[in-house]
């Protein structure tokens, strides 16, 4: 099989020329105000920054405007504020004018201003929440529970009380554009093909299993989830739908302060804390968390397989109980050595075990009777997984402001094991006595990984209106797996034997070095853009020690992206995108390893899947005002040797097997609706429909669907008196198309309600999720020329929780750091990946 190379032409060399371009447009200066006089030379300017009041964190994007010194409102000059709340106005005539900053969910605040002849540094604009603003002063506020900037959504998970004392997926399941099922796997925008950061960081954990791993990360330590469908060339090429990033809460103001919380409910309890600590120039940060997860588990699978003999049955049915239980730590610290230069080191170590308990009942009904079968086979699984990463990071800044140099490494270890054992009963709709068992199975798996990433970046801006971003990455991935699989049928064997033919043993290599660059200018007053390209280079060995096989690869890869932006007005602009970008499958797609624990339903991996590749455009309009925002985007999606999931017949008779192959090319014409507003003092709501035409072909399968799907996502919260809230989600999806069939629909929805005491430093919250539904099922049904299927996860959704939290020492602040971001590999058992 091919690998997905991509020759190097012409469009490399423009990628690398571009940024040496410098365009003749520069920022219109500002008018004179009315005391001055045309002559004046224009040798002035204005830097400052935005901050939020609260948590004297930065506001990206703030609008930044200059207004006559007195009467007329009409802006001379204006400029957004970057990514780190940095703002610059240059070419301004001497004399008095107004600075007038504002963003939505914050209030305006305006200052009276001198500019002379040279750099005029403004202090820092501290812009209270919730639209409350007198002069300089400050009022207490909240953030709303979605932002709308110019390219990301924001979910401030921190604001929506339905989240105390649940996980990162409960939060996920509530940020716009994503949706979770009841098994835990995330869908962006209808595609399982995304990443998923945590504070900009790569997370090995998330990449292995990103269902198991969201379970160890308690809500309360989340404080906001960013959604990006069209990443810059800085982030690796991987996750065609887009890059989700979880930002946690960490850092502190001079002194002490933390929290600590504990929560309880019909299926989930836990608690969780953390600690940190800010001294002149050293920060630090930690957090710890632990709890325990439970509930009961069904599945159905009705088959009916078509042939020329005549149609067979297959009826299924699956009942049992999980529990598990999770760890989660985090440690940080940051220390600035000058002014210009600090050092970071973060480490976190998160683990996770549990076991599933169940019976499986199946029914074979065959044209010849002979064949009938049935039996009952109850499972035990146990499954762990312990994992640790570390991240240093130099950052260097320097008297020309926006210009950066950082230097970063990482070390990250995981080591998980996957076991069951499982006994068959023949001729019984229920599990009998372990020596009634007409067959005995037990299996062993571990997938160890080692990954070891270095990253260096570099900010040059050219004048306050252009700017080139420059970096090199290198990555070196180990991983594999070791299973064996031991069977016992009684009356031919006296103990277990060792099955070789069912057992794995391989180790797989993957290494990625990449360079970037993006340049970003404006084009005129009101046009922004950003050309940039990515060069990765992907080097794949793998040595299967169980067939004595080897094989080794290599491949180039170009990713180039560009956007255009267009402010339509101080408060509304349009967005043009496109981006290419890579899919490369990780373990759990690569796993070779035969699972037969089901023998009518047999599963196994493809070492030899070669990565996909994503051509994305969008098309996006937003705005904000004081009233609320909204952001509506059309966008498409073409993935060319995609990587999807395949069931198909055996020559055993009621035998199917699932496995993945590069057999599609998938297009996403998607158009999706995103809006906040605030009706009424206190009340906000926010939310929008999503809607997808999705086709799907396999030429080598000679299969075409296509065909529409929805959600629609809602969140309101109201404010009571005696510091009351009260909060609402609902979540609901139509079925979509795909390959071999079609998704089922469900509807989520949760009511949570908060209460605030102790001087605001201890909050009770009560939430009850789905009160009206028993369970909610997740599954497909299936239709093939071989047979049609229907399955069905039973996910019993249905919970109450009850969570207290108390607050003590100084409010938050954050310090921005530098970070890593391995979004670069197709994930794990959360299905990342993989439409």
Avoid: C
């Avoid at 080191?345 to 199946?362: E, P």
């Avoid at 001729?427 to 080692?450: F, I, K, M, Q, W």
């Avoid at 906000?684 to 799907?709: A, C, K, M, N, T």
């Amino acid at each position: 099989m091919k690998p997905a190379t991509r020759r190097l032409p012409g469009a490399l060399l423009l990628a690398v020329l571009l940024p040496l371009a410098r365009p003749t447009t520069a920022q219109t200066p500002a008018a004179a105000p009315a005391a001055a006089t045309t002559t004046t030379t224009a040798t002035g300017s204005l830097t400052g920054t935005v901050l939020d009041s609260l948590k004297r964190e930065p506001v990206p994007y703030a609008t930044v405007v200059l207004l006559p010194a007195r009467g007329d409102d009409k802006p001379l000059t204006g400029v957004a504020a970057d990514e780190a709340g940095r703002f610059s106005l240059t070419k301004l005539q001497p004399g008095a004018f107004r600075l007038r900053v504002s963003y939505v969910g914050y209030g305006t605040q305006t200052r009276s201003v001198s500019v002379s002849a040279g750099p005029t540094a403004v202090p820092a604009f501290q812009l209270p929440v919730a639209g409350t603003a007198l002069g300089e002063a400050v009022v207490i506020g909240t953030k709303p529970v979605v932002e709308v900037r110019p390219d990301r959504l924001v979910y401030n998970a921190d604001q929506d009380v339905t989240n105390a004392g649940g996980t990162a997926a409960d939060v996920l399941r509530k940020a716009p554009l994503l949706a979770v099922d009841g098994e835990g796997n995330v869908k962006m925008r209808g595609s399982s093909n995304f990443k998923v950061l945590v504070n900009n960081k790569p997370s090995p954990t998330l990449a292995s299993n990103l269902a198991e791993a969201l379970k160890g990360i308690p809500a309360e330590q989340i404080k906001s989830v960013e959604i990006i469908t069209t990443p810059p060339a800085k982030y690796d090429g991987e996750g065609t739908a887009g890059i989700i990033n979880i930002v946690l809460k960490k850092g502190v103001n001079q002194g002490l302060n933390g929290r600590v919380s504990a929560s309880g409910g019909n299926r989930n309890a836990g608690g969780n804390g953390s600690l940190n600590f800010r001294q002149n120039k050293f920060n630090f940060t930690s957090a710890l968390s632990g709890g325990t997860n439970f509930g009961p588990s069904e599945f159905i699978r009705d088959r009916v397989g078509i042939s020329s003999q005549g149609n067979d049955l297959l009826s299924q049915r699956s009942a049992g109980s999980y529990r598990g239980s999770y760890f989660y730590g985090t440690l940080g610290a940051d220390y600035d050595l000058t002014d210009k230069q600090s050092l970071s080191l973060y480490g976190s170590l998160n683990g996770y075990k549990g076991q599933n308990d169940n019976d499986l009942v199946s029914r074979y009904t065959a044209p010849n009777a002979a064949l009938n079968k049935l039996f009952t086979r109850a499972t035990n699984s146990v499954y762990q997984r312990i994992n640790g990463e570390l991240t240093g990071t130099y950052t260097h800044t320097f008297a020309q402001a926006r210009r950066e140099w950082s230097v970063l490494g990482q070390v990250a270890h995981n080591n998980g094991s996957n076991n069951y054992t499982l006994s068959q009963f023949p001729n019984s709709d229920v599990a009998l006595d372990l020596g009634r068992a007409d067959y005995r199975e037990r299996s062993e798996n571990r997938t160890p990984a080692t990954e070891y990433t270095a990253q260096t970046d570099f900010v040059q801006p050219f004048g306050e209106k252009q700017t080139l971003e420059t970096g090199v990455k290198a990555i070196w991935r180990r991983t594999g797996a070791v299973g064996t699989v031991d069977g016992f049928t009684p009356g031919q064997a006296t103990d277990f034997v060792r099955l070789p033919a069912r057992s794995t043993d391989f180790d797989y290599g993957q290494d990625v070095q990449a360079a970037y660059a993006t340049y970003s200018f404006a084009a005129s007053k009101k046009l922004n853009m950003s050309l940039g390209s990515r060069l990765e280079r992907t080097a794949l060995a793998a040595s299967f020690r169980t067939t004595e096989s080897n094989f080794s690869r290599s491949y180039y890869t170009l990713l180039p992206n560009w956007f255009a932006q267009y402010a339509l007005s101080e408060s509304s602009s349009l967005r043009l995108a496109y981006g290419r970008r890579i899919t490369r499958p990780y373990i759990y797609y690569l796993n070779p390893f035969v699972n037969k624990s089901d023998t009518l339903n047999i599963s196994y991996g493809n070492p030899n899947l070669a990565p996909e590749l994503t051509d994305s455009y969008e098309l996006s309009y937003n705005t904000n005002g004081k009233a609320g925002s909204l952001n509506v985007a059309g966008s498409v999606r073409r993935t060319g040797n995609a990587i999807e999931s395949l069931r198909l017949p055996t020559a055993s008779p009621g035998v199917t097997v699932e496995t993945y192959a590069n057999v599609a090319s998938n297009v996403y014409y998607q158009l999706n609706f995103y809006g906040s507003a605030k009706p009424a003092k206190g009340w906000d709501i926010s939310g929008g429909p999503d809607i997808q035409y999705i086709v799907r072909r396999s030429p080598s399968l000679g299969i075409e669907r296509r065909g529409f799907s929805a959600s629609l996502n809602l969140n309101t919260s109201y404010k009571l008196p005696k510091k009351f809230t009260v909060q609402a989600f609902g979540y609901g999806s139509l079925a979509g198309p795909e390959l071999q069939g079609r998704g089922l629909g469900y509807l989520y929805y949760s009511l949570g309600f908060k209460k605030t005491f102790l001087n605001d430093k201890a909050d009770l919250n009560v939430n009850v999720s789905n009160p009206f539904t028993r369970y909610t099922a997740f599954g497909s049904t299936l239709s093939t020329p071989y047979f049609e299927e229907r399955q069905e996860y039973r996910s019993y959704q249905r919970s109450v929780r009850v969570s207290f939290g108390y607050r003590f020492g100084q409010e938050q602040q954050s310090k921005r750091r530098k970070s890593i971001s391995n979004d670069d590999v197709k994930g794990g058992n959360s299905k990342q990946g993989g439409q």
